[in-house]
């Protein structure tokens, strides 16, 4: 079977099916064909192709129909009309409405060809297109797995051994560990890096949109991840009966919604996430085991940040680089953010159940409050300390109200200050104090002594 680039042709008349469906097979396309623009929307809302030829003036639904429907995808399907003699202003209404390009009869094999080619390369294009922005808009936050221990390169080992198969695979770990950051590398470092990137999160799913948010043909997961990666975030959370769906499409590669006649197969590699131990799911009887063995084939375990911490001061400074570089003036500041060694030896000594996330949040927060200063382990201490950051277990909280009323007085000012990325003026606006006197409350919470420079704004 051909591994080519599809083609679907549509034409009224049978023969000329044929014969066009020869010429591209023999080039090595992967042919099918339709016999109106009906009959071919009806295709497209099961399988994708990468070049449509159609005939304009066909007598159930003509070219142009067709023409909007491709448009209305995900990535746009390229398409090549064929017009026949004195319908030359047509071709060019095809074209200003969106035609890739066109041809007149009778066909010129080399013509045809050489179109076509050119057209799987515009569509090739597009994704890469498609691919390019996702990655831009994933820059928004640092994604890559930061460190050089033993434990964090074993990982990346892992990642870099399956990337290149089209295997299942399975990333645990507990909340916070970098897991989609791992799915991501897994698609950047494939075979399917240039074509869709999509994540799909299945605790947000419900039982009677799941088969649309997977299977829809407009806007399907696997739809939209054709020729692409397809991850399911939180797969161990699936009710029993989208368990079965899930298993259906990975048993036997195809995805069917409800009243179809005919399933579609798609093509695309799956990376499922969980922090859940499913095996003790299975043990207990509420994940399937059939599709725990399907998920399982190739499992990543992304470790927790307490057993990697060696790698701490290596993760501050591109999580604060990264700060640095979201500023105004890019990546400015350079005397700005840094931690003292007494600082990150605060840092060393936490235990992180909320791993690299809670990691990130805690320096952002550190950040803010510092400003143009050194980040010291007062004033990390600080924060690891706030009822609100880490809440004391429930067994030894304290029922003083002073002391209660005072942690949630400086996570206020610490929102504050958030809110208006440090600016002590404005900060003192949202809290409706006088700006004289935020200084105190930063001195009485520990948050520096309210004596750093203001920004010109602020």
Same mark, same amino acid.
């Given at each position: ?9 549509v034409d009224d008349e049978a023969f000329v099916r044929q014969s066009l469906s020869e010429i591209l097979a023999a080039d090595g396309w992967r042919t099918h064909a339709a016999s109106g623009a009906a009959e071919a929307v009806a ?75 050119? =057209?799987?390369?515009?569509? #090739? *294009? /597009?994704?890469?297109?498609? !691919?390019?922005? %996702? ?5 928004? $936050? &640092? ?40 799915a991501e590398e897994i698609h950047r470092l494939s075979g399917r890096a240039a074509r869709p990137y999509r994540r799909v999160h299945c605790a947000a799913v419900s039982d009677e949109a799941f088969e649309s948010e997977l299977f ?23 009710? =029993?009966?989208?368990?079965? #769906? *899930? /298993?259906?499409?990975?048993? !036997?590669?195809? %995805? ?5 006649? $005919? &399933? ?20 207990a009887g509420t994940f399937r085991s059939d599709l725990y063995f399907r998920l399982n084939v190739f499992p990543v375990e992304l470790p927790a940040l307490r057993d990697h911490k060696e790698d701490i001061p290596e993760i501050v ?55 143009? !200063? ?85």
């Amino acid at each position: 079977m051909s591994t080519g680039p599809s083609v679907l042709i549509v034409d009224d008349e049978a023969f000329v099916r044929q014969s066009l469906s020869e010429i591209l097979a023999a080039d090595g396309w992967r042919t099918h064909a339709a016999s109106g623009a009906a009959e071919a929307v009806a295709f497209l809302s099961e399988r994708r192709v990468d070049v449509i030829v159609t005939d304009l003036r066909m007598p159930m639904g003509d070219g142009f129909d067709l023409l909007e429907h491709a448009r209305a995808g995900p990535v746009e399907i390229p398409i090549i009309v064929i017009t026949g003699v004195g319908t030359v202003a047509e071709a060019v209404r095809a074209m200003k409405a969106g035609a890739h390009d066109f041809l007149q009869k009778p066909v010129d094999p080399e013509e045809l060809l050489l179109l076509a080619r050119r =057209a799987a390369e515009h569509k #090739k *294009l /597009l994704h890469e297109v498609a !691919a390019l922005r %996702a990655t831009v808009g994933s820059l928004r $936050a &640092p994604r890559v797995l930061v460190g050089s221990s033993p434990r964090l390169a074993q990982t990346r080992e892992s990642l870099a051994r399956v990337a290149p198969t089209d295997a299942t695979v399975l990333l645990t770990g507990e909340s916070g560990t970098g897991k989609e950051v791992a799915a991501e590398e897994i698609h950047r470092l494939s075979g399917r890096a240039a074509r869709p990137y999509r994540r799909v999160h299945c605790a947000a799913v419900s039982d009677e949109a799941f088969e649309s948010e997977l299977f829809g043909p407009e806007r399907g997961a696997f739809a939209d991840a054709e020729g692409g990666t397809l991850v399911l975030d939180e797969v161990g959370v699936l009710s =029993a009966k989208l368990q079965t #769906k *899930l /298993l259906r499409v990975l048993e !036997a590669g195809e %995805a069917r919604r409800s009243g179809e006649a $005919a &399933p579609a197969v798609p093509d695309v590699r799956v990376i499922a996430i969980t922090n859940e131990d499913l095996s003790a799911r299975v043990k207990a009887g509420t994940f399937r085991s059939d599709l725990y063995f399907r998920l399982n084939v190739f499992p990543v375990e992304l470790p927790a940040l307490r057993d990697h911490k060696e790698d701490i001061p290596e993760i501050v400074d591109h999580l604060l680089a990264w700060q640095r570089s979201q500023k105004p003036g890019g990546a400015g500041g350079e005397r700005s953010m840094k931690p003292t060694g007494e600082a990150l030896e605060v840092l060393a000594s936490y235990g992180w159940p909320g791993n690299v996330r809670e990691l990130r949040n805690v320096l952002e927060r550190a950040a803010i409050v510092a400003g143009d !200063a050194e980040i010291d382990a007062q004033l990390v201490r600080g924060i690891l300390e706030s009822a609100l950051v880490t809440p004391l277990p429930s067994e030894t909280r304290e029922f003083l109200l002073r002391k209660n009323l005072d942690a949630v007085e400086r996570e206020i000012v610490l929102r504050a200050l958030a809110h208006t990325a440090g600016k002590k003026k404005e900060a003192s606006l949202l809290l409706g104090i006088d700006p004289r006197n935020l200084g105190y409350y930063l001195r009485k919470h520990k948050l520096g002594d309210g004596k750093g420079k203001e920004s010109p704004e602020g």
